[in-house]
């Protein structure tokens, strides 16, 4: 069974063995002064050309985090999903550690939502599943737990089991459980970026769960860091990624995610491959 995301226009599948999609991260304040200030402001301006400008672009799900100092995200979370959702009808990825936002943006969205996120830690699974569970959404599950990121594989995907097993004792469907298989900055551990494949392989083929990274956390200190977010995007592709969580504006990056899933056997005729350059490379009507 895929994981299944709804939104006000569109639903969205994923899991082993279909394409993979893309989650736009920009939605995020982190590094991203004006879009702080805006929303310390109250003002939603910027969030909503965002997320039309990462519809345009490509993105099939957005992730929306609205996390920043002195912003009340009680209040802004919500009126931030409304935003997004009114303005691009897309299923959305509520994005937040605080489980009163949560529960607030999940009251307001009548719509499949995806939680970003749930983690190995006892006081996560304890809050976060049973909203999940309440309010009918999958989850995104960080293989992180108290005792911090493992940098081993094996270690990850224990903690991976722990939460699909937690999930499940609550009643969620296991397709309903996405896991993070976490990239780390590969510049201060060349052995990160095999890490997070091997895991990637393993929740794949071995649990049968939907699976996620953020694939720019990989290129951290590095030069050149959209070449090597690139190729990092294309291994993890390889290895059975379900969704990517990226910048969808980066167009380079989305026909590497296009080309891979062609390549691995995922896009049939390359279908969505050809649609997608045929809306880029196609003359608007007057």
């Known amino acids: 069974m895929p994981t299944v995301i709804t939104g006000k226009a569109s639903q969205v599948s994923f899991g082993p063995g279909l394409p993979v999609v893309i989650i736009g991260e920009r939605i995020n304040p982190t590094g991203r002064k004006q879009l702080s200030s805006q929303l310390q402001a109250g003002n939603l301006d910027i969030l909503e050309k965002e997320a039309v400008r990462q519809k345009l672009a490509g993105a099939q799900i957005l992730d929306i985090n609205v996390g920043a100092a002195n912003v009340d995200e009680n209040v802004m979370l919500p009126r931030a999903v409304n935003t997004a959702l009114e303005a691009t009808g897309l299923p959305l990825c509520i994005d937040s550690a605080n489980e009163k936002a949560i529960a607030s943006a999940l009251n307001e969205y ?23 569970k309440r309010y009918n959404a999958a989850i995104i599950g960080l293989t992180v737990d108290d005792n911090g990121i493992p940098s081993e594989a094996p270690k990850r995907i224990e ?57 720019s956390n990989i290129s951290f200190g590095m030069p050149e860091r959209q070449r090597i977010n690139i190729s990092f995007l294309a291994m993890c592709i390889e290895a059975g990624l379900s969704a990517a969580i990226v910048d969808p504006t980066d ?36």
């Open 159 to 215: 903690i991976a089991s722990k939460i699909l097993d937690r999930a499940e004792k609550l009643g969620i469907p296991r397709e309903d459980v996405v896991i993070d298989c976490l990239a780390m900055a590969a510049s201060a551990d060349s052995t990160s970026a095999l890490v997070t494949l091997d895991v990637i392989r393993s929740v794949t083929k071995d649990l049968q769960l939907s699976t996620t990274v953020g694939i």
């Open 251 to 286: 167009q380079d990056l989305i026909y590497a995610a296009l080309a891979s899933s062609f390549l691995t056997g995922k896009d049939a005729y390359a279908e969505r491959f050809l649609t997608y350059y045929r809306e880029k490379h196609t003359p608007a009507l007057l």
């Open 110 to 132: 009548p719509y499949k939502a995806l939680i970003n996120s749930v983690t190995g830690e006892e006081k996560s699974l304890a809050s976060i599943l049973p909203l999940a």
